[in-house]
């Protein structure tokens, strides 16, 4: 198994850290194999480098959560096209004890104020992720600036989304986390899903072909086929299937058309 | 000098294997305060093996070295005295006295090839005497430079001692030795790599350090200095002890074949 | 009081852990699932052929920059010696962009497969050999050069003879190149990228168990790491003190 | 054609990710901006604080290994030569199980701390420079032994003797433990946390920009890494030298 | 034996420094092939610096040492043939000669300490006859097993060489040196280790060498040895050349002050 045999039938996907941590692929890309006989090479990395990866060809298909990127992506040329595929949300954990109190408040924005105000232990991933980038928005949105306080009671740990959590547990910090991850996560320790709920917190999936044209070598009919699948009832409810502790974390949103 | 001393020491039935092979085999002598010993042999006869299994360097074999305790106060020992055998077979193999592990703070030894640390000629010597002399500094430094002096170092004092040419070694290990002022002093072949005029030195030397009450255990190829030192000679060939006598009686009227060519220069290999 | 009793009783849960992690450790060990035996033997093999080929290369080079003269010696011996603080993210990323599809060797598709990993870990303990092994040859040259010159012998042909003579210390060098190999994650991650069944090697697997939090079975997985390493070091020993056996060493 | 332009292209344009690394690292350097003068800074005394605590007990331990007979002497041996196979992020979860506020330690608050990366960092680098400086202590030890147990000096006492005698090639290993301290990210990723403005470091800086897929700045961040190390092993040569002049060394 | 040689040897003006201090100081002389020279000197005198020197280990400081190029046929250099000087000037102190680095190919040298590969006394043999003579390696086996035998190490050949005595090691030395057939050897000290017998023996080795055709160029703090060896002595103290005559004008009379105390034994340091 040292060197690869060329004959072996695979495709190479990027993605984030957060999808996997979840557990999400281990349930999907056996089941997409056993169909087609084809084997997905998931790597997991931050969406940046997701990103970059793709653009320079390591990849044939990028799962990413971040639209405005995916959206560049295509439009510089490197994929074909973006496809929805599913959804989840964003949350916000805390320590249980709750000290800013964000338990009571049904907006996103106060919460983050609240937690601002109070001063309280806040980490962020710091690393330009979907999740790190959805958590500036939100900051920005309620027109609140934390980064000058970096370094204090702000702290960017600039890992990914389980070393944030794992970060986070320790110090008894504020976190944002896709709901995904933190289903999945073990080292909760002192860590309660504190807020959830806000329309902003939406975080949705797309799945895009990288370019055979840029990239001549791509796995483009293979490539295809994965997303095809992904997209299809079959994959839709694969999807729809994977739970943990009886929660679905993953919400099909493929446009039938 | 000594208020006791670690003399005499018996040892018996000495013997020292390498893998199976046995290169001391045997030896039973004991050695006495005041008298010169002299090691003689051909090469590979064991002399070396002979002198670092009794400073303790290696454990024998099998026999055992017993120096005399140097706590008690000194009393001749009769052969009633010591340690009754059990029964009459010889010592086991392994059975190794206690005693060899002596330590090495009433002896001291000039190698045949001397290992100079990494430092100056005296601090060389000032680390051996830190070693074993306490307290007083000043005195240690008068001690040392006093060496230096007798053994001709005195200019050499600040070189680094590893660069300095082999005699010059061999008078620095031999300082170092003096320094430590032991009650037995081994010497191998300490004038192996000395000038003429430098080996009449050492041997006065030699002589004087005896005469201070040192015991003096050594080996040399040279048989004029072996004559001139010796008070008894032991002469091993082949890791067997083959003759001990008085040294008059052994240049005189050697006992065996082997020590008789070996005087003449005809003991080949 | 009540949260006292709290902490120190999370406090045993937390110690509980690292026992827990021995259990885990035992359990994978004589559960003995494939999955896990793929891992180690993917890493064993990685980690294995890099170091043959980093020591391939290494011993030589640290021998030649200490006996050889030539312009530069000095400047290469303390750039070997810096080298041996090379971060593994970035050997990933030299050797990354290299590989890459986009770069001057991706037409070999080699990025993602253990050739890459194997590629990353040599050039990260290549410079560790090198360095270590000068030190250990130019001691020893330094008993040897006025027999070894008087012999006819130059500094190229040496080289062979001071290796071959220094081989006891020179097995402690390559155990640390070893030890460097398969304890290094941050390289191998980039360039292998933790790819299930074809990438995935201990320190990624922990690396990832580390994500998902669950730190048991990355400690687990760490307990295993260092129960190979410690066979392989034993092994190590036990060759070397079989080989060494009365060659020049006085017995004591 | 088109598609045989474009991918040529790319790989000029990776190509140039290299060269474009080492321009931005020598604009990072020249410009010399706080935020890296502070990341460079907590590196700098990290490693070398590790370094210096991992010396002052990995010298003498090696040396102890190398000279005192005590039962279990080999399999220590064993286990120090192993444990230069310890990975980082192992090495993280245990400071970071034992300093978590939920852990043994917690009370101190150590975690994300620069102490807390200083305690990873020895962890790691003690063993081995224990290891690698048994293996030449045990060297030397063989020259000196008759001798010095002749002048009255047991093993205990010979270990100050044989660190200092051995002077020259312990730079070496000292530098090969400032390497890996300088070099490792699992540990301090994980136990520091790569805090901006607190527990960043240039290796997790490395880290983070990677991530980003800002590879460019990365490695200049890694260009910039190793223009340190290679000043500082430099440094180290040359004070070696001068220490060493006409120390034991045969001219030539 | 030799087709062409490579003496006479030119030394001019040597002179070795380390750190500012002269260890050899402007050493003038000449080897001619054919005979035995012994140089002499106390202990620190710098015979085995002149030794190295000659032999091409250490750049000299100073002066030149010139060898017979071995590839022109052999021509009796006449004064007229060697290179012209172009001044009257001594030549500058780190001026050396191309021709000192001389391939160590047509020398062989025992060393005072000689040093041991990490393998048996044969692999020893072995190990040097691979690096100089090519092929045919059942004439190198024949060789190597003729030396030993000659030393008397037969018995000894399987044997780790770091384990032999120092006397055995010191003959192995001269069994490899001798096995390279140099033209020229050097021996510092050859016999300081050696038994009676021995160096009856390696004395009578040392003249067969010389009969084949070998110069040898040797040092020895035996006096006796030197009377028997030596055609002519150059004598050595504190670096300078003092004296420089056949050998029997030197034990007969030595023209210097310092060589006629060394020769009693008066020399003192
Ligand atoms: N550690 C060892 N292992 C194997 N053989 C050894 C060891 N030490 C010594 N020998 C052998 O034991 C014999 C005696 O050695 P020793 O050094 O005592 O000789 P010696 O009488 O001092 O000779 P010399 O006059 O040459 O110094 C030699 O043949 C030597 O090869
Ligand atoms: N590398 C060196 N650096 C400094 N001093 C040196 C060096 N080598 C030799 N010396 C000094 O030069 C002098 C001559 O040394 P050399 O070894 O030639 O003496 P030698 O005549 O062979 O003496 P011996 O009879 O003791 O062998 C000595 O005083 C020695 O200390
Ligand atoms: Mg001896
Ligand atoms: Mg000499």
Known sequence: ???????????????????????????????????????????????????????????????????PSEEAFVAAGFGVARHDLMYNDFVLIGPRNDPAGVRAIDNAGQAFARILEDNALFVSRGDDSGTHKKELAIWAEADLDPVSHSGTWYRETGSGMGASLNAAAAMGAYILADRATWMAFRNKGDLELLFEGDPSLFNPYGVILVSPVRHPHVRASDGQAFIDWLLSPTGQDTIADFAIDGQQLFFPYADQS | MFSTSILPCQVKSLSYHVEGRTLIDDLTFDLVAGSRTLVLGPNGAGKSLTLRLLHGLLPPSGGTIDWADPNKPQQHQTPQKRRAPQNHQPPQNHQVSQKHQIPQKYQAMVFQRPVMLRRTAAANLDYALSLTQEGDRAGRRRRRDWVLAQTGLTQLAERPARLLSIGEQQRLALARAWALEPQVLFLDEPTASLDPGATRQVEAIIQAIHASGTKIVMTTHDLGQAHRLADEIIFLHQGHLVERQSCDAFFTNPQSAAAAAFLKGELLW | MQNELTVSSTRLAIMNDIGQAFLTAFKLIAGWDRDLAEIIGLSLQVSLIALAVAAAIGLPLGAAVALLRFPGRRALAVLLSALMGLPPVVVGLIVYLMLSRAGPLGVLGLLFTPTAMIIAQCLLITPIIAALTRQIVLDLWSDYREQLTSLGCGPARAIPTLLWDARTALVTVILAGFGRATAEVGAVMIVGGNIDHVTRVMTTAIALETSRGDLTLALALGVVLMALSLTINGAAFLCRDWADRGQGRLAS
Do not use: W
């Open chain 1, 1 to 67: 198994s040292l060197f690869l045999s060329a004959q072996d039938r695979f495709i190479v996907l990027a993605s984030t850290t957060s999808t996997d941590n979840s557990g999400l692929f281990a349930h999907l890309l056996p089941r997409f194999t056993a169909d087609t006989g084809i084997d997905v090479r998931m790597v997991a990395r931050g969406t940046g480098q997701a990103i970059k990866m793709a653009e320079a060809g390591d990849a044939d298909v990028l799962l990413v959560h971040h639209r």
